[in-house]
């Protein structure tokens, strides 16, 4: 997943290790958690700026408010 000023995250391949090694699919669990760690890195690297990461995320800005209430709601 490309972001802003030539960060990449190496998620593809670190998938793609984790899977071979897997008799089963990821569990949506699993695909949760690397979606909530892609989040934080992304508001991380934007200082806070939620309007930055979300571009840098390729979602809205109100997506990524959902996504986050979501991570900190019930």
């Not at 290790?17 to 989040?39: F, R």
């Not at 979300?54 to 809205?60: E, W």
């Amino acid at each position: 997943v490309p972001l802003w000023s030539g960060l990449t995250l190496q998620v593809r391949s670190q998938l793609q290790h984790t899977c071979n090694h897997l008799q089963q699919p990821a569990t949506t669990g699993a695909l949760q958690q690397i979606q909530s760690a892609m989040i934080s890195k992304a508001i991380s690297h934007a200082k806070g700026n939620v309007s930055q990461a979300a571009k840098a995320l390729g979602i809205s800005r109100a997506t990524l408010y959902r996504k986050l209430s979501r991570k900190n709601g019930p």
